[in-house]
């Protein structure tokens, strides 16, 4: 709404038009399928406005939402602990909870220590801008996850880009940089929009030869790659080689909040010069006890759960393929269903969220113009009777929408 006392349109009200232009574009066309509130949640089903929907649109990869040992615990941190704390982590907010989740992590990866903060994005933010200085640098691919992307923004050192898993232009880029300048490598394991994996091992190669920190964000990653769900450097058989191994606690963990593990140094210096962790209060018991349960539960049915989720991803990046989709260079749980253009994204979206599949295009800006998409994450939850079904909606609403 244009406020009367700014009578000419201004640079804050324009993009509020812009913003407000496209969503009514979405609305006039039935396809604006953002924000739907989910009233019930029964394994890989949803209630929304009354219809049950197959759950296409998750990051609950092993299907951890409703696990009756994470739901207990954080119903026992409440009775013991309450709903929130006295505050930062630094002064009065940690709890013995608190401790016990990043000694969890630190386990779980097999490192020295662990921070937690209240969200993955949070984490990127702090902990980038944190590390990064006047005078460093930061080389971030250019398929990285937004939060990363604000992390390099916010950082006082230099901000550098290499092509999507480009290794030689990751290595001109760390040629530019000054041989005595700090240089973190930043990337995520798998990518968020796609669905491919990063090469670490050429990755770690580079970063030593030039004598760089790597980070890499796990968050699509975590419960998903490796036999034991440890993520990339289980995939790759590399213990050990990512110097900050950062995580969400909202997609594979059925919480909120994300993490950094990593060496000694590293953590105690984040717990005192972060600002996202220094100035943000702590993660409230519930969330943090429901987060311990997550890791031992991944600890004790990771294996398992793992082998269902990539039978299921197999069987449902065949079927599409089979049914003539273009799913890009996916191999892993998140699966676009490329459609190139905007109108047909939100046709075929229609059509899916009408006969019974919960599923969301991806339009610009989150990625580049002429690249939309639905984007499919297929978890552990589903059955195969479940994506044989999704697989008929998908080719039905493809056929109308003239993907297929
Ligand atoms: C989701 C995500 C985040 C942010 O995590 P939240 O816990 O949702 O704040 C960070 N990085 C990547 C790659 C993500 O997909």
């Given at each position: 709404m244009l406020r009367e006392n700014i009578p000419v349109r201004?640079?804050?009200?324009?993009k509020i038009d812009a913003m407000l232009d496209r969503i009514e574009w979405a609305k006039a066309g039935e396809a604006y399928y953002y924000q739907q509130a989910i009233s019930e949640i029964d394994g890989a089903w949803v209630v929304t406005?009354?219809?049950?929907?197959?759950?296409?649109?998750?990051?609950?990869y092993l299907g951890l939402l409703e696990h009756p040992k994470i739901k207990q615990a954080a119903q026992e941190a409440i009775v013991k602990y309450g709903t929130g704390t006295h505050g930062v982590r630094l002064l009065g907010g940690t709890l013995d909870i608190h401790l016990q989740l990043e000694e969890t992590i630190?386990?779980?990866?097999?490192?020295?220590?662990?921070?937690?903060?209240?969200?993955?994005?949070?984490?990127?933010?702090?902990?980038?801008?944190?590390l990064v200085g006047k005078g460093d640098w930061v080389i971030s691919d250019k398929w990285n996850h937004a939060s990363?992307?604000?992390?390099?923004?916010?950082?006082?050192?230099?901000?550098?880009?290499?092509?999507?898993?480009?290794?030689?232009?990751?290595?001109?880029?760390?040629?530019?940089a000054p041989p005595d300048a700090g240089k973190l490598v930043v990337a995520d394991a798998v990518f968020s929009m796609d669905g491919d994996i990063f090469p670490l091992p050429e990755a770690v190669e580079l970063c030593r030869r030039y004598n760089a920190r790597l980070m890499i964000d796990e968050a699509h990653s975590l419960g998903v790659l490796g036999e034991t769900g440890r993520g990339i450097e289980e995939y790759y058989g590399m213990e050990g080689v990512i110097d900050v191994k950062m995580g969400t606690l909202s997609k594979t963990i059925p919480a909120v909040g994300g993490y950094i593990a990593g060496d000694e140094d590293l953590?105690?210096?984040?717990?005192?010069?972060?600002?996202?962790?220094?100035?943000?209060?702590?993660?409230?018991?519930?969330?943090?006890?429901?987060?311990?349960?997550?890791?031992?539960?991944?600890?004790?049915?990771?294996v398992e759960r793992n082998h269902v989720l990539r039978r299921n991803v197999e069987h449902f990046l065949t079927g599409l393929k089979e049914r003539g989709f273009d799913t890009g260079v996916s191999v892993t749980p998140i699966v676009p269903i490329m459609t190139y253009d905007d109108d047909r994204?939100?046709?075929?979206?229609?059509?899916?969220?009408?006969?019974?599949?919960?599923?969301?295009?991806?339009?610009?800006?989150?990625?580049?113009h002429g690249t939309s998409r639905l984007r499919a994450n297929v978890t552990a939850a589903h059955t195969i009777e479940d994506i044989d079904f999704a697989l008929d909606v998908?080719?039905?609403?493809?056929?109308?929408?003239?993907v297929i």
């Open positions: 201004d640079g804050l009200q324009w406005n009354g219809q049950r929907k197959l759950m296409f649109a998750t990051y609950s630190a386990r779980f990866h097999n490192r020295d220590a662990a921070i937690v903060f209240s969200s993955g994005y949070v984490t990127n933010l702090a902990t980038i801008s944190t990363i992307v604000d992390g390099c923004v916010l950082a006082r050192g230099k901000f550098v880009r290499f092509r999507h898993n480009d290794m030689e232009d990751l290595e001109r880029r760390l040629q530019q953590i105690l210096y984040l717990k005192h010069a972060a600002r996202g962790f220094v100035f943000s209060a702590a993660l409230p018991p519930p969330v943090t006890a429901a987060c311990i349960a997550g890791f031992e539960v991944i600890e004790t049915e990771g994204a939100m046709q075929m979206t229609r059509y899916c969220q009408e006969h019974g599949v919960f599923v969301l295009p991806v339009l610009p800006p989150a990625v580049p998908f080719e039905a609403a493809g056929k109308e929408a003239g």
